[in-house]
């Protein structure tokens, strides 16, 4: 499109935004160059120039379009964003050769916007901004025009494409990226110590004036902070700021466009700044010196009081640690630190000497140091981080019960001491200044039996019951002592007695010796070693004396040989001995302790004579030995328990293969069954006739089988073998029908009725007492033999 030849006309409101356009690109960039000169709305605003005869465009049929008269070619517009004017904003004039003003030229416009934000008026080509603009939304638009015959549609001329711009204007303030910024900073930093970083941008265009650029100064925290004007540092502007004064701080730091100049927009943020606590206060006690009351019965590690020392600083910082530098009762007390209250704990000490007592001394004085546990070596010029106080105790008098002289008390007494026979004494007294008097008792839940007693006055402890070193060698026993006036205040003291041996048991064998001599023995033969015991206790040891009683020394048939070391070996006098003239010999032998006084014993030794092989095995030893024997040993016990066992197994044993014995056939032989068939050429009387046999029998079998009868066993028959009269046969039948066959008749036999249908045979045999049964029916002949 060319613009018009003869000069565009302005109105006088594109004169009025010609001028504010001047005013405003006549601010310099931020990157100091000028703003492009104003130009004019028109076609002619932005063009190129061009050769007269150059291709501009296609017609609506794609033929290309030449001209002969175009001087000039436009390619962008420009429009101030946030208009406020009532009427629409005008942006510029399209203008077409083509148009011959007589209102056939129509004009188009297309692209972003088009007919939303931009439209333009078809007949003179005006284009207008319906809405107020936004550069920071939008920056520019891209919108494409053309001219056609409002008649036929034909394009005037080919689509051009053009740009509108946005001019910015300030219109946006700067922004912090945080509404609230946090930072802590050590208390006592010096000037210049770096907080926090502040950061604030602009939406306006920071290329173009200076509509972006920020300035940060700081309105509230002077003067303890500072604000770097560019980068918006936080610095501190005070050295040594204590917490302990003043903790938090609330910094106000403003960003201004426009290079801060008069007219800028701003934006403002809060800077919450903590001073962090850092050891530079020593801890001090509150008070110089302390006072507490302990009683004398106070148990190990009991409390006696509470220090406390004040930190100004926190945290770590402020955690303390006590200790005790000097005192006039060494070991007598400790002091530790609470860690959740930071005092200091003064206590009876777990592990000392002597217990407190207020008869010995009443007052202590101790001095304690406190100091912090974290130092910082930057603020040890300034004063010592630590303090001192004096602590006084005082020790209350409280009524204590007696004390024994001793923790404990060892005895000893002979066990043959008469009664009332003092073995020993204890002795209590009241530690309290009064020095009431103590009387002495037994707990009986020691000394059960009452074996002792104690005096009650002077605590004497004496026999009360004759002794037994044998029964109990020791005795332990609790006194105790309570005081007159005061009941409740008792103490208890353990005595050990020892009950020391005296000799008053004669010594015995050793065990129950189970001798024997074999009838091949010979003379001075050892048969047994016996050995004694003695259940006193002399202090030297034992020492037996064996001996043969003096009554069987005249006739003895075995000697005693003392060993001299507590045993004796017992030897035959003769060559051979009889068990049948006599089986068992006594023999008295005399154990003597040596001791004094000596007590002594007379044991009867039993031996058996027995008959042993050659190398003096026992065999076989008379019943009467066996019997004279104080009882059965363990294996013979035993033995006897295992016959027994044996002997039941057996019978068991025998009575279950006698159960499970197979049973024999019912038919032995086929002699058995010649023994039984009767020949009897009568016939029967058929299955009607049921005088002679039970013909249920014969059909079920399985009941003959249950109701059989053993044959190891003589059964008692079902019914008396009765002879019932049986009529005699017909005259003319055959002497030969009708005989059982059997030679000795020891059967006899009954049938049925003579019918012409079969006959029926039952029989029975004395002799093997069993029955027999023969039926004949049709031919057929059924035999059953019932035992």
Not at 341 to 351: N, W
Not at 599 to 623: E, F
Not at 715 to 742: I, L, Q
């Amino acid at each position: 499109m060319a613009g018009n030849r003869k000069g565009a006309w302005l109105t006088p409101a594109l004169y009025l935004y010609a001028a504010l356009l001047i005013v405003q690109l006549a601010v310099p960039s931020a990157d100091g160059s000028q703003a492009p000169p104003p130009q004019r709305r028109t076609a002619s605003a932005g063009a190129r120039r061009v050769g007269a005869q150059g291709l501009t465009g296609t017609d609506a049929k794609g033929v290309p379009l030449r001209r002969s008269k175009r001087g000039w070619m436009w390619n962008h517009f420009y429009l101030l964003e946030e208009y406020t004017g009532t009427d629409m904003q005008y942006v510029g004039k399209l203008h077409s050769d083509g148009d011959r003003g007589d209102g056939s030229a129509r004009y188009v416009l297309t692209g972003e916007g088009a007919g939303s934000l931009f439209r333009i008026d078809e007949k003179s080509g005006d284009i207008h901004a319906t809405k107020r603009l936004d550069r920071e939304e939008k920056a520019y638009y891209i919108l494409r025009a053309k001219a056609v015959d409002r008649f036929t549609n034909e394009a005037l001329e080919g689509e051009s494409e053009f740009v509108i711009k946005i001019h910015d204007i300030n219109d946006n303030e700067p922004r912090f990226t945080k509404d609230l910024y946090m930072a802590r900073v050590p208390e006592m930093s010096d000037m210049g110590t770096s907080v926090i970083q502040v950061t604030a941008t602009d939406a306006d265009d920071s290329t173009y004036g200076n509509s972006a650029k920020v300035v940060y100064s700081i309105l509230e925290g002077q003067p303890y902070f500072s604000v770097d004007a560019e980068t918006g540092l936080v610095k501190t502007a005070l050295p040594g700021m204590d917490r302990e004064l003043k903790e938090n701080y609330q910094v106000v730091i403003q960003a201004k466009d426009m290079g801060g100049q008069m007219g800028g927009l701003s934006g403002t943020t809060t800077v919450s700044i903590t001073l962090s606590d850092v050891n530079d206060n020593p801890p001090r006690f509150t008070k110089s010196l302390y006072e507490f009351r302990v009683p004398e019965t106070a148990d190990l590690g009991a409390t006696v009081g509470l220090l406390r020392a004040l930190d100004a600083d926190i945290g770590e910082n402020a955690e303390m640690e006590y200790r005790i530098i000097s005192s006039d009762g060494p070991g007598m007390f400790d002091v530790f630190t609470n860690k959740s209250t930071q005092e200091g704990v003064i206590v009876v000490r777990r592990v000392r000497k002597r217990p407190l007592d207020f008869e010995r001394k009443r007052q202590y004085s101790l001095r304690v140091q406190v100091e912090n546990v974290h130092l910082n070596p930057r603020f040890f010029a300034a004063a010592p981080f630590r303090d001192d106080a004096t602590v006084k105790v005082q020790v209350e008098d409280v009524d204590e019960p007696p004390v024994f002289e001793r923790p404990s008390y060892v005895m000893e007494v002979k066990e043959d001491a008469a009664r009332s026979t003092v073995i020993g004494s204890v002795s209590a007294s009241d530690p309290d200044a009064l020095h009431n008097p103590v009387r002495y008792s037994i707990d009986r839940r020691t000394d059960m039996d009452r074996v002792f007693n104690v005096h009650a006055g002077n605590g004497s402890v004496f026999v009360l019951r004759e002794l037994d070193r044998e029964e109990a060698a020791w005795h332990n026993i609790s006194i105790i002592a309570t005081e007159f006036n005061a009941p409740r205040q008792m103490t208890r003291v353990p005595v050990f007695i020892r009950i020391l041996d005296v000799n008053d048991n004669a010594p015995t064998f050793a065990t129950n010796y189970e001798t024997f001599v074999c009838e091949n023995a010979r003379a001075n033969q050892r048969i047994q070693t016996v050995s004694a015991s003695d259940p006193d206790n002399p202090i030297g040891g034992h020492r037996f004396v064996f001996s043969l009683a003096p009554e069987a020394s005249g006739k003895a048939n075995f000697s005693v040989r003392d060993n001299k070391d507590n045993t004796a070996w017992i030897l035959t006098r003769r060559n051979s001995y009889l068990n049948l003239q006599r089986s068992v010999y006594l023999v008295p032998v005399v154990i003597s302790d040596g001791e004094y006084p000596m007590l002594s014993s007379t044991n009867t030794l039993t031996v058996r004579v027995c008959t042993c092989d050659r190398d003096g095995n026992m065999q076989l030893c008379n019943a009467e030995a066996l019997a004279a024997r104080a009882g059965l040993s363990t294996g013979a016990l035993v033995a006897i328990l295992l016959c027994s066992i044996i002997l039941l197994m057996i019978v068991v044993l025998f009575a279950a293969l006698r159960r499970q014995r197979k049973k024999e056939p019912l038919i032995i032989s086929k002699e058995d069954v010649r023994d039984n068939v009767v020949s009897y050429n009568d016939e029967g009387g058929g299955e009607e006739d049921t005088q002679a046999f039970d013909i249920g029998t014969l059909r079920n079998p399985e009941a003959i089988e249950e109701s059989k009868q053993r044959r190891d066993i003589a059964p008692e028959p079902f019914y008396p073998p009765v002879r019932r009269p049986v009529p005699p046969p017909p005259p003319a039948r055959d002497p030969g029908h009708g005989h059982n066959g059997d030679e000795e008749g020891a059967g006899e036999w009954e049938r049925g009725d003579d019918t012409t249908e079969g006959f029926d045979v039952l029989t029975f045999d004395e002799r093997k007492r069993t029955h027999s049964y023969l039926r004949a029916e049709m031919g057929i002949v059924y035999f059953f033999w019932v035992e």
